[in-house]
């Protein structure tokens, strides 16, 4: 099955505790993103990626890390969280930028206490 | 910069229509469409490229006004599955590798 699979689910952490989300997808995308979903914001790109060690800052990318050294996985790394970093997180993949469809993962929601 | 939706929610009875839309003050190459379930993925409805083309999926569908940078999602007969978030995703014409930039969204209430 065509998946993006996001782990872990649910993480409640403290301040300055460095933490990694794991994206993996198994359909070959060359193209994979990272967002972030707070109340009222809607999505907002924080690192996208158009191929392996290929990687650039979306609109709000302080405070993140994200390395693309395999094709299939996109971990996007805090090293070290504060509490506004606390947000519903979104790893996407597309086989190439450009007029193709989005594959979203199941998210990840992270509290940062 | 964010593309801005309109209206920020609606309520509607089962069987109305709704429509959403969705404008950009950049020149956009594609607009896309997706719906969100609380506390789920957004799943894509469907993508509209440059050149004006209405695009159809049951009773969902959308056009792009290329010249205005506006695209409108219409949802015909809504049914009860209908409700959740949707949001337009806008990919600019000069944007190269950016990829989609979303609006804050759309929520949308169907009541029997």
């Known amino acids: 099955e065509a998946q993006v699979t996001q782990n872990p689910r649910y993480l409640i952490t403290v301040t300055g505790k460095k933490l990694t989300v794991t994206c993996s997808q198994n359909m070959n995308h060359e193209y994979m993103s990272w967002y972030r979903q707070d109340p009222g914001l809607g999505l907002r790109q924080i690192y996208y990626s158009m191929n392996v060690e290929v990687t650039d800052k979306g609109d709000v990318p302080e405070g993140y890390k994200v390395s693309r050294k395999e094709k299939r996985n996109f971990p996007l790394i805090l090293e070290s969280p504060s509490p506004n970093q606390t947000s519903l997180y979104f790893c996407a993949s597309s086989l190439h930028s450009g007029g193709l469809e989005a594959f979203f993962g199941q998210g990840t929601r992270l509290t940062v206490v | ?112």
């Open chain 2, 1 to 112: 910069q964010q593309p801005v939706q309109s209206p920020q929610a609606v309520i509607l009875r089962e069987g109305e229509d709704a429509v959403i839309n969705c404008s950009s003050s950049k020149a956009l190459y594609s607009v896309h469409w997706y719906r969100q379930k609380h506390g789920e993925a957004p799943v894509f409805l469907m993508i509209l490229l440059k050149g004006g083309e209405q695009k159809g999926h049951e009773k969902i569908s959308a056009s792009f006004n290329e010249k205005k940078q506006q695209s409108s999602l219409y949802l015909t007969a809504s049914q009860l599955s209908y409700s959740g978030t949707y949001f337009c995703g806008t990919e600019w014409s000069g944007g190269g590798a950016d990829g989609l930039t979303f609006g804050k969204g759309t929520h949308l209430i169907i009541q029997p």
